[in-house]
């Protein structure tokens, strides 16, 4: 997915589905819970790690932080 290049920190959120959630609904999500633009990248399934006996199917969603929201994100992501 090509990115605006000030949307730089690639994020990953573990075991997330957009259900019934538009990519607007999840962008505004983060917009008014954490005072963050972010892009959405990709929503994947893990495919699972034989070597640590690891089955895989979860879903996570990976998007992008704008570089000026970055602290701004972490610190209420963290609190």
Known sequence: METDNKF???CVWQGT???DSTIEDFVNFFK???NARIQFCEEVTTNG???KDEEGGRND???YVHEDD???F???RLE
């Open 8 to 10: 730089n920190q690639l």
């Open 49 to 51: 790690n034989v070597e």
């Open 61 to 63: 969603i990976l998007f």
């Open 70 to 72: 970055i602290s701004r």
């Open 74 to 76: 972490a610190v209420k």
């Open 32 to 34: 008014e819970t954490f």
């Open 17 to 19: 589905v957009l259900g």
